[in-house]
C-alpha cells in the first residue's frame, strides 16, 4: 500500500523542499553550454558621416561585439556602465522565456547607474535565427551601442539549406549628424526630428565594409534595421537573394531581387556568388522618404578583377503596393525544422480560437502644447518605478491594470502609464491600425507571433476572411501601411511585464508604447523565474531586498 506524501512540517524541511524544486528547474538549464561576456560601455569620439560624434561603444567598438550562439545557450554579460547617465541594455526579438526581468527597458530593470554594472542573465531558449540588441534609455539608440546576435540551430536539428560558406551580418539604418543629446533635446522641447543625414551599414558610410567571398561558393547574409526613423531597401548588384529566414522562423525559399526591411525587422538569405569576379554593390536606400537616402557596402570576390560592369539594381518605387506585396509573399516554411525536431508547422495556429482581440490604433498629437504620440489615445509616460518591480513588490500608485483599452477610444489623447492586463495562456488576435500616412513599425517583447493578414482601409471582422490560417510567418516585429492595418495571432504563454512600442524611436520615446502584463495566477516558477538575486531596485522599491535563497 503506497505511503501518502507529508507537507513539511519544519522550516529546515521547507527549505531543503524549495531548494530541490529549484535545482530540478535548473537541471535542464544547467546541460546547455554557458557563454560569458564582460562588456565596458564608454562614451567616445565617431565620424559614422564623416563629422565628430559622441558614440556609445562597447569594448571601445562601434558597432557593439556580435553574439553567436546556439540554441539554448546561456548567455551571460557582466555589463559595466562607465557613461556619466545610466544605461541598460535590450535584447530585440530574444524571448527571455519566463525572465522579463532580464528584458533591459525601463517598465522591467532599472537603469544600471553611472560607474555601476548588471550582469544579464539570459536563456536564448527553443530560439534560432537573427537578432539584434541596442541601448533602450534616453535616446541612446541615436548613439550606437547596438550589436548583432546570431542563435544557430543544434548540430542534430536540420536546417532546410546547405551550410552556407560564411556568415555574414548588416546591421544597417539612418543616422543622424546630430549627437544623440540634441536629438533628445528636439523632442523634450516638443518639436520632431529632422530628416535623417545618411544611412549607415555596420558603423560606416559609403562603401565602408567589404564582404569577401570566393566565386562558386553561397553565402548567408543578415540584415537588421537598426535605424530609428526609416524603412530600408536592400539589394545586391548582379545578384539575386534567396530568403531563408526571418526573425527566427525558416521561410519558404523564394527569391528576390531586393528585400524591404523596416525599423526593427531582420532578415537573412543566402546569396551565391555566380557571376563573372569583381567588385559589386551592396545598395541600402531609405524607403517612403523624399530624398532617397543611400549607402553602399562592397560584394569583393576573392579573384576580382576590379570594378563590376553591369548596372547597379533600381531602386523600388515610392509606391506602397511593391512592399505590401513583397511582405505577404513571405511564407512560413511548415516542414523545416525550428529550433526543435519537429516541424515548425506542426503547430496549427489557424485552427486554435481566439479568446480575445484587441484593437490598437496610432496617431499624433499635440498635448501641454508639445508634440506626442499615441496608443488608443494614450501616450505613454515612464512611471517613477519600473513596472515590474512595482508588479513584485505590490507597490500601489505605479500603474493601474487596464488603463490600456482593447479598442480606439476616438477621444483626445492624454498622457498616462499605461498596461494592459492579460492571461497567460490566451490566444489573442491583434489588430493594428494605421490611419497616418506614414509607414508604422512595431515590436512586441517575450513574444513572436503569427502575421494573419494586411491590407489597405479601415479593418472590420470580415477582414477575417482573408486572413493566411496555414502558413504565415512567425516573427517578432510587425510594420503596418499607411492607411492600413496588420492583424496577428498570438498565444500568450510567456509571464511577464512585455513591452509593446514602435520602433519609429522618436514615436516611441514620445508616447507611442504600452505595457502588457501577462499574468498567471499559480505564482509558480515554472511560469515565471524569481526576481534575480542582482536585480538593481530604484525608485520606490529602494531598499527592499530580492530574495533569500
Known amino acids: 500500500m503506497g505511503r501518502r506524501m507529508e507537507a513539511p512540517s519544519s522550516p529546515a524541511s521547507l527549505v531543503l523542499v524549495v531548494v530541490l524544486l529549484a535545482s530540478l528547474l535548473l537541471q535542464a538549464r544547467a546541460d546547455d553550454p554557458y557563454r560569458f561576456y564582460t562588456w565596458n560601455v564608454t562614451f567616445g569620439d565617431i565620424y559614422p558621416l564623416g563629422v565628430k560624434q559622441e558614440g556609445i561603444l562597447i569594448n571601445g567598438q562601434f558597432p557593439g561585439p556580435q553574439i553567436d550562439a546556439v540554441t539554448n545557450d546561456n548567455i551571460i554579460v557582466n555589463v559595466f556602465n562607465n557613461l556619466p547617465v545610466p544605461f541598460l541594455l535590450s535584447w530585440q526579438g530574444i524571448q527571455q522565456r519566463r525572465s522579463s526581468w532580464q528584458d533591459g527597458v525601463y517598465g522591467t530593470n532599472c537603469p544600471i547607474p553611472p560607474g555601476g554594472n548588471f550582469t544579464y542573465n539570459m536563456q536564448f531558449k527553443d530560439q534560432i535565427g537573427t537578432y539584434y540588441y541596442f541601448p533602450s534609455l534616453l535616446f541612446h539608440k541615436a548613439a550606437g551601442g547596438y550589436g548583432g546576435i546570431r542563435v544557430l540551430s543544434r548540430p542534430r536539428i536540420p536546417v532546410p539549406f546547405d551550410p552556407p560558406a560564411g556568415d555574414f551580418t548588416i546591421l544597417a539604418g539612418d543616422w543622424f549628424k546630430l549627437n544623440h543629446t540634441d536629438l533628445k533635446g528636439i523632442l523634450d522641447s516638443g518639436n520632431d526630428l529632422p530628416f535623417p543625414d545618411g544611412l549607415l551599414i555596420n558603423g560606416q558610410g559609403w562603401n565602408g565594409n567589404r564582404f569577401t567571398v570566393d566565386q562558386g561558393k553561397t553565402y548567408r547574409f543578415r540584415v537588421s534595421n537598426v535605424g530609428i526613423a526609416t524603412s530600408v531597401n536592400i539589394r545586391i548588384q548582379g545578384h539575386s537573394m534567396l530568403l531563408v529566414e526571418v526573425e527566427g522562423s525558416h521561410t519558404m525559399q523564394s527569391t528576390y531581387t531586393s528585400i524591404d526591411v523596416h525599423l526593427g525587422q531582420s532578415y537573412s538569405f543566402l546569396v551565391t556568388a555566380d557571376q563573372p569576379p569583381a567588385d559589386y554593390s551592396i545598395i541600402v536606400s531609405t524607403r517612403f522618404t523624399t530624398p532617397v537616402l543611400t549607402t553602399t557596402a562592397i560584394l569583393h570576390y576573392s579573384n576580382s578583377n576590379g570594378a563590376a560592369t553591369v548596372p547597379p539594381p533600381a531602386a523600388p518605387t515610392v509606391e506602397i503596393d511593391f512592399s505590401l506585396n513583397q511582405a505577404r509573399s513571405i511564407r512560413w516554411n511548415l516542414t523545416a525544422s525550428g529550433p526543435r525536431p519537429n516541424p515548425q508547422g506542426s503547430y496549427h495556429y489557424g485552427l486554435v480560437n481566439t479568446t480575445r482581440t484587441i484593437r490598437l490604433a496610432n496617431s499624433r498629437a499635440t498635448i501641454n502644447g508639445k508634440l506626442r504620440y499615441a496608443v488608443n489615445s494614450i501616450s505613454f509616460i515612464p512611471a517613477d518605478t519600473p513596472l515590474k518591480v512595482a508588479d513584485f513588490y505590490k507597490i500601489p500608485g505605479v500603474f493601474m491594470l487596464g488603463s490600456m483599452p482593447n479598442n480606439p477610444t476616438g477621444g483626445g489623447a492624454y498622457l498616462q502609464t499605461s498596461v494592459m492586463a492579460a492571461n497567460m495562456r490566451d490566444y489573442v ?96 516558477w515554472r511560469d515565471e523565474n524569481p526576481i534575480p538575486k542582482n536585480a538593481l531596485l530604484c525608485g520606490r522599491a529602494s531598499g527592499r531586498r530580492t530574495r533569500p535563497l
Open 429 to 524: 488576435e491583434v489588430i493594428f491600425e494605421n490611419t497616418e500616412n506614414f509607414v508604422q513599425s512595431w515590436h512586441i517583447d517575450g513574444y513572436a507571433f503569427w502575421v494573419v493578414g494586411m491590407d489597405g482601409g479601415q479593418w472590420t471582422p470580415a477582414s477575417r476572411q482573408g486572413y493566411n490560417l496555414r502558413d504565415a510567418i512567425a516573427r517578432y516585429t510587425l510594420q503596418v501601411y499607411p492607411q492600413s492595418w496588420t492583424a496577428i495571432y498570438m498565444p500568450l504563454d510567456n509571464v511577464g511585464m512585455w513591452n509593446v512600442r514602435s520602433e519609429s524611436w522618436a514615436r516611441q520615446y514620445l508616447g507611442q508604447q504600452f505595457y502588457l502584463r501577462v499574468y498567471s495566477p499559480v505564482n509558480s
